[in-house]
């Protein structure tokens, strides 16, 4: 799976914009990337073509569980390169070379990409022994295991040394540097806050999309924590009240077989659709949340919540679960919140309500791609230029 390239008068803008910003030699290591698709690989594609579109000398580093892709491709840009992982059916990422990479490279600055599986941390260790100024991205989002979401702390615990070394530390979100700052005992003035970005066509551009006011969607890789299973259970009732009423769950994922056996049982299989959008597929995607009424992300965590940010632009409303991540959405006005332990019913009469309410008539601008990889090529040249940190 690929990614639409950058268009020519596209890079051309980037850069005459910032023609100066040449030269740096950023290493990305990221324990996923193209072809697999998620919300870390996505935030990789989208801002290492931008940044490589600027003038940055980038290469990707990153694991190949398969055994099958490629060792190095230049995709739009950008050198990927990519290290053998194991196991090939857990995503530990296991990766020795990772730190072999790295050690024998000449970078002038190292960005690892989360740090909750072994890649985070080899790479981190990696660039600290050979004197490489990095910086890190947490990307902390959440996990189906329950036991392995409840060994996240313990997790970072055992990282701190090295998140405390990075010369800076990246949030998508501002509760992430509270939370951060907190649990690691790290100043609040080594955080950078760097949003997430939108690249779906703006609602105008999109002509005559007709909105249905019976037509919810929930939004997301198909994995458990996600919650689409809630708002499937919260079907019945719904229906009971408003017959026509339908869910679009939009997102592919190991959990699919185990939601289509609850659409069964629940005896909802006509009310409720799970198709997946590709996702360089980003103006249908835009064109089919415009036809939603309401988004419903009933999620365990999530890190920025960028495909809800993405139907509040497009005029949907938004029920979130009081969770992080969610809750700022909530707090800010953007969204209602349900607790994460709300009953079907009480699920049920949210949706409903919310249903009954106008479509957002003003919704708020989103963060672009472009600022997010300006905001990033600003930092790395501090970074590079600056003193190292030694905490």
């Known amino acids: 799976m690929t990614t639409a390239p950058l268009l020519p008068e596209e890079s051309n803008q980037i850069n005459s914009a910032r023609s100066g910003a040449s030269g740096l030699r950023v290493l990305m290591v990221s324990f996923r990337y193209l072809p697999f698709m998620g919300g870390v690989e996505l935030h990789v594609d989208q801002v290492a073509r931008r940044l490589a579109a600027r003038g940055v000398d980038i290469t990707?580093?990153?694991?190949?569980?398969?055994?099958?892709?490629?060792?190095?491709?230049h995709l739009d840009g950008v050198h990927v390169r990519r290290v053998r992982a194991w196991p090939a059916n857990r995503d530990y990422y296991f990766a020795p070379r990772i730190y072999t990479e790295i050690a024998r490279g000449h970078w002038?600055?190292?960005?690892?990409?989360?740090?909750?599986?072994?890649?985070g941390p080899l790479a981190m260790l990696a660039a600290r022994r050979a004197g490489l100024p990095y910086v890190l991205t947490f990307h902390a989002g959440g996990h189906s295991s329950r036991l392995r979401h409840r060994l996240r702390p313990l997790q970072l615990s055992?990282?701190?040394p090295l998140l405390a070394r990075a010369d800076r530390l990246i949030a998508l979100d501002q509760f992430e540097i509270e939370h951060y700052s907190q649990r690691l005992g790290v100043p609040r003035e080594r955080f950078a806050l760097i949003s997430n970005g939108s690249d779906l066509p703006r609602p105008a551009s999109l002509g005559l999309v007709a909105r249905d006011d019976s037509l919810?969607?929930?939004?997301?890789?198909?994995?458990?924590?996600?919650?689409?299973?809630?708002?499937?259970?919260?079907?019945?009732?719904?229906?009971?009240?408003?017959?026509?009423?339908?869910?679009?769950?939009?997102?592919?994922?190991?959990?699919?077989?185990?939601?289509?056996?609850?659409?069964?049982?629940l005896g909802v299989s006509e009310a409720v659709e799970i198709r997946a959008i590709p996702v360089e597929e980003r103006e249908q995607m835009a064109r089919e949340l415009s036809r939603v009424k309401l988004v419903v992300s009933l999620s365990e965590f999530e890190t920025q919540p960028i495909a809800a940010l993405e139907a509040l632009a497009l005029?949907?409303?938004?029920?979130?679960?009081d969770t992080p991540g969610l809750s700022a959405l909530a707090a800010k006005g953007f969204a209602r919140a349900?607790?994460?332990d709300s009953p079907p019913e009480e699920v049920a009469a949210i949706v409903l309500d919310?249903?009954?309410?106008?479509?957002?008539?003003?919704?708020?601008?989103?963060?672009?791609?472009?600022?997010?990889?300006?905001?990033?090529?600003?930092?790395?040249?501090?970074?590079?230029?600056?003193?190292r940190s030694d905490t």
């Open 108 to 119: 002038d600055l190292v960005h690892v990409q989360a740090y909750h599986t072994f890649v």
């Open 158 to 160: 055992l990282v701190r």
């Open 338 to 340: 349900v607790p994460l």
């Open 354 to 387: 919310e249903l009954a309410r106008p479509s957002i008539a003003d919704p708020p601008k989103l963060p672009t791609w472009d600022e997010c990889a300006d905001a990033l090529l600003d930092l790395y040249e501090s970074v590079a230029a600056g003193p």
């Open 216 to 265: 919810i969607a929930s939004l997301g890789r198909l994995e458990r924590y996600k919650g689409h299973h809630k708002v499937v259970a919260a079907m019945p009732r719904i229906l009971e009240r408003l017959p026509e009423a339908r869910l679009w769950i939009a997102g592919s994922g190991p959990y699919e077989p185990e939601l289509r056996k609850l659409v069964a049982a």
């Open 315 to 321: 005029g949907c409303r938004l029920v979130v679960a």
């Open 60 to 73: 990707v580093l990153t694991t190949d569980p398969t055994g099958t892709l490629p060792t190095e491709e």
